[in-house]
């Protein structure tokens, strides 16, 4: 890194931020931890690899979806974006659809 680039700061916008937007459409993505133990300088970087869900839309998309039409195959969508979110048919069947089903 001292090669390249002689400020962290470079090497956190160029590399680190960059390449956490690039993975933001994939299935992984990463957060990082910037550790300074005894001073302000950035001595170490924790990494934290999660697994991503591109199709996942944040609460603005889903708020701006016309509402679901609640007959059946409306009900049948709101399930899907809801499978779509990540959450698992155990918990839909288990927790959602017995105490939200209307």
């Known amino acids: ?19 956490q937007e690039d993975l933001k459409s994939t299935d992984i993505g990463f957060t990082f931890e910037e550790i300074s133990e005894s001073s302000r300088r950035v001595e170490k970087i924790a990494f934290y690899i999660h ?8 609460e603005s998309q889903l708020e701006d979806d016309s509402s679901v039409e609640f007959n059946e195959s409306g009900r049948e969508n709101l399930l899907d974006r809801i499978r779509g979110l990540g959450i698992t048919q155990r918990v839909i069947q288990n927790e959602i659809i017995p105490n939200y089903d209307q």
Do not use: G, V, W
């Open 1 to 19: 890194m001292d090669d390249k680039y002689s400020k962290y700061a470079n090497f956190k916008t160029r590399i680190l931020l960059k390449a």
């Open 51 to 58: 697994k991503n869900n591109p199709e996942q839309k944040n």
